[in-house]
């Protein structure tokens, strides 16, 4: 390996792969922990994540139109007969 080679790797700064791909389960449980509790995206318990990633979650949900379906799919089951 040529030295220029090896100065541009060395040169690398920042991450080199991407983050790793987040579990959706958390994030709609912090979700909905915030909503049920009335809290603030900055006091949703630890357990599920950063805040900020639960925030941005939210966000990309509602904007998408996925949330509405998610909570019609919950609130369809929690009210049929039986």
Same mark, same amino acid.
């Given at each position: 390996m040529s030295s220029g080679s090896r100065s541009r790797t060395s040169c690398r700064r920042g &991450?080199?792969?991407r983050p790793p791909v987040l579990d959706a389960?958390?994030?709609v449980e912090g979700i909905v922990c915030r909503? &049920?509790?009335g809290i603030a995206w900055r006091d949703v318990p630890a357990v599920?994540?950063?805040w900020q990633t639960i925030w941005t979650w939210h966000r990309r949900l509602v904007g998408d139109g996925t949330w509405d379906q998610v909570l019609e799919c919950l609130l369809g089951r929690r009210t049929r007969p039986g």
């Open positions: &991450r080199s792969t389960k958390p994030m909503y &049920r509790c599920f994540g950063p």
